[in-house]
């Protein structure tokens, strides 16, 4: 017989966001799925159970009208399975395709990062959450978009309204108006930039969106997912590779000497701290998931960020190790909704932003004057990352 879910009721929202990872340790213990009352949502946590939900669209949908991703960016392709998913996300994909990445994207990369580097050098030190590793993300990614020069800023601000609004479980209404802000800011940019896109054919998202022949409201919702994870997840990936190497020196010796093992080091750094950390799905039919009863359309979160530390999966896995046995992750998701800007990232983050930045400013270190801060459930990351280096 199915046994009742599993409630943990002793935690506040304060506590997920400052350490999840302790009650992610109780909830996988406690059963498949976990009611997390300060969150307002089931969690799933084991690895093996989100694979396995990722396998069966069918069962546990993306499709789901009363998603907050919806609310705040429109009828995305992420709450879409099926043709409609293929359709929208093959729109997209040709600003997003390895040799699209290498060939248009990487020259691009590789003069955003120099620039501030060499406006970096000087100063000696600098907390990298904004000096680099945000302005890196934005700047690279409205090249990828074709928003034609949007303030870093403006675009950072944009992507964190956007993700803080699609995580606002907790429904507070200042987070909610910043998010409807984003979102309106994010359509004017695509009424200015479209017709330019229409009539000259790029390598762009909204190039390829618009010779694909996608409506209005598509290019919106789907401008804003990637606005919004194509954004905070290369910044925080910057951050956390940056933080795991500097706290292991031996690591950080090793791919300085051999640089085959960045693109280790990046897929360590991710699965270490999950940038998305959670998204959800539907319950389409009853079921039950190892022995937990599941009732159909209830919402579950598939919390990767808990999965990627799971010690059925993973031998010590709150340890930064890039010479782990190389194990798949779920940091860019699985199945028909993996990311589609993993190959872009990849190249952003381990190929130009953190090898150059290793290379360029000499012994950077931690600034041990002021501490590093990480913060986050359903989006995490290094919030500071102050650092010092030789000038």
């Known amino acids: 017989m199915p046994a009742r879910m599993p409630v943990i009721d002793d935690v506040s929202f304060g506590d997920l966001m400052n350490d999840p990872y302790p009650i992610y340790d109780r909830a996988r213990q406690m059963g498949a799925v976990v009611r997390i009352e300060a969150a307002n949502i089931a969690l799933v946590t084991r690895f093996a159970d989100i694979t396995e939900i990722?396998?069966?669209?069918?069962?546990?949908?993306?499709?789901?009208p009363g998603s907050l991703v919806n609310k705040v960016m429109g009828h995305t392709l992420m709450r879409k399975d099926g043709p409609a998913h293929k359709a929208e996300r093959a729109a997209m994909e040709p600003a997003l395709r390895p040799a699209t990445a290498a060939r248009c994207w990487a020259p691009q990369f590789e003069a955003i990062c120099d620039r501030l580097i060499d406006t970096l050098h000087p100063a000696g030190r600098a907390d990298l959450f904004d000096a680099f590793a945000a302005p890196v993300a934005a700047l690279a990614?409205?090249?990828?978009l074709g928003f034609g020069g949007v303030d870093w800023r403006t675009l950072a601000l944009w992507s964190q309204s956007?993700?803080?609004?699609?995580?606002?479980?907790?429904?507070?209404?200042?987070?909610?108006r910043l998010a409807a802000e984003a979102a309106a800011g994010i359509e004017a940019v695509i009424a200015r930039m479209?017709?330019?896109?229409r009539e000259n054919p790029n390598d762009s998202m909204l190039s390829a969106m618009a010779q694909a022949g996608q409506p209005l409201d598509q290019i919106h919702a789907n401008i804003k997912v990637a606005v919004g994870g194509g954004l905070n997840e290369p910044r925080d990936a910057i951050l956390t590779l940056v933080l795991g190497l500097l706290q292991n020196p031996g690591q950080r010796a090793a791919v300085e000497a051999d640089p085959a093992?960045?693109?280790?080091?990046?897929?360590?750094a991710v699965r270490w701290i999950s940038p998305i950390g959670m998204y959800p799905r539907r319950v389409a039919r009853e079921v039950t998931l190892g022995g937990v009863a599941l009732a159909e359309n209830q919402q579950i979160g598939l919390c990767v960020g808990?999965?990627?530390r799971d010690p059925?999966?993973?031998?010590?896995?709150?340890?930064?190790?890039?010479?782990?046995?190389?194990?798949?992750?779920?940091a860019f998701g699985a199945g028909a909704h993996f990311c589609a800007g993993t190959w872009v990232a990849r190249v952003l983050v381990s190929k130009l932003a953190v090898p150059r930045l290793f290379a360029r400013l000499p012994n950077?270190?931690?600034?041990?004057?002021?501490?590093?801060?990480?913060?986050?459930?359903?989006?995490?990351?290094p919030t500071t990352l102050p650092v010092v280096w030789d000038v």
């Open 54 to 64: 990722e396998r069966d669209p069918d069962t546990y949908s993306s499709v789901n």
């Open 141 to 144: 990614l409205d090249e990828v």
């Open 162 to 176: 956007l993700m803080d609004g699609a995580g606002n479980y907790a429904g507070d209404p200042e987070v909610a």
């Open 194 to 197: 479209l017709p330019f896109h």
């Open 261 to 268: 093992l960045w693109g280790p080091a990046f897929e360590e």
């Open 306 to 308: 808990a999965a990627n």
């Open 312 to 330: 059925a999966r993973f031998a010590d896995p709150g340890r930064f190790d890039i010479f782990r046995p190389r194990q798949s992750h779920l």
């Open 364 to 381: 950077l270190r931690l600034d041990d004057a002021a501490p590093v801060q990480i913060r986050g459930w359903v989006f995490r990351g």
